[in-house]
Antibody, heavy 121, light 113 residues
Framework: EVQVLESGGGLVQPGGSLRLSCAASGFTFSSYAMSWVRQAPGKGLEWVSVICANNYNTYYADSVKGRFTISRDNSKNTLYLQMNSLRAEDTAVYYC??????????????WGQGTLVTVSS | DIVMTQSPDSLAVSLGERATINCKSSQSVLYSSNNENYLAWYQQKPGQPPKLLIYWASTRESGVPDRFSGSGSGTDFTLTISSLQAEDVAVYYCQQYYSSPYTFGQGTKLEIE
């Protein structure tokens, strides 16, 4: 059974940092692109970042470029999102999503339950 | 960036009736090399993560009921629920994965009339 489990969310002050993790199981993690998507309270979905399976290429939303870094450890079947210089507008539930294929250019076939990040003083 | 615009923002349909949600992209998401539209549809029920329904604009994800169908090409796409069931109450999103950033539409809230 495919499972992705996010962790690492919490309350952080503006300007602070947080590292999210996503532990994957039930599929060959190294063979799939992985994404982060966030959802502010009561709002719609906002795509954040993706990392490809084959060549580790990464892409980011303009709103997080230069502040967030996506990475993966295939030996640990884990996806990460390092978030620096956090702002109030980064407050959201962050979802980890498994790509439908190895290419970055794929839909997100399976999503975790999400982890809440709150940026507030 | 490609802007995805859904219509309507909300929709109320009677049980057993057809529901239609539209999605328009600001530029084509059709890749000429493989003739695929890089467009997906997701369903999100309250308190749950999104669920993939349709990818490549018209391919139904495994396990998705066949009352859900996707159509369209280029810049105009449609998600159709042929006979609305109570469990279909949700917010529906389209997303393009043609070019980064992989933008979502604003969502369409579907309710029972």
């Amino acid at each position: 059974e495919v499972q992705v489990l996010e962790s690492g969310g919490g309350l952080v002050q503006p300007g602070g940092s947080l590292r999210l993790s996503c532990a994957a199981s039930g599929f060959t993690f190294s063979s799939y692109a992985m994404s982060w998507v966030r959802q502010a309270p009561g709002k719609g979905l906002e795509w954040v970042s993706v990392i490809c399976a084959n060549n580790y290429n990464t892409y980011y939303a303009d709103s997080v470029k230069g502040r967030f870094t996506i990475s993966r450890d295939n030996s640990k079947n884990t996806l990460y999102l390092q978030m620096n210089s956090l702002r109030a507008e980064d407050t959201a539930v962050y979802y980890c999503a498994k790509g439908s294929g190895s290419s970055c250019y794929s839909s997100s076939g399976y999503w975790g339950q999400g982890t809440l990040v709150t940026v507030s003083s | 960036d490609i802007v995805m615009t859904q219509s309507p923002d909300s929709l109320a349909v009677s049980l057993g009736e057809r529901a239609t949600i539209n999605c328009k992209s600001s530029q084509s998401v059709l890749y000429s090399s493989n003739n695929e539209n890089y467009l997906a549809w997701y369903q999100q029920k309250p308190g749950q993560p999104p669920k993939l329904l349709i990818y490549w604009a018209s391919t139904r994800e495994s396990g998705v009921p066949d009352r859900f169908s996707g159509s369209g090409s280029g810049t105009d796409f449609t998600l159709t629920i042929s006979s609305l069931q109570a469990e279909d109450v949700a917010v529906y999103y389209c997303q393009q994965y043609y070019s980064s950033p992989y933008t979502f539409g604003q969502g369409t809230k579907l309710e029972i009339e």
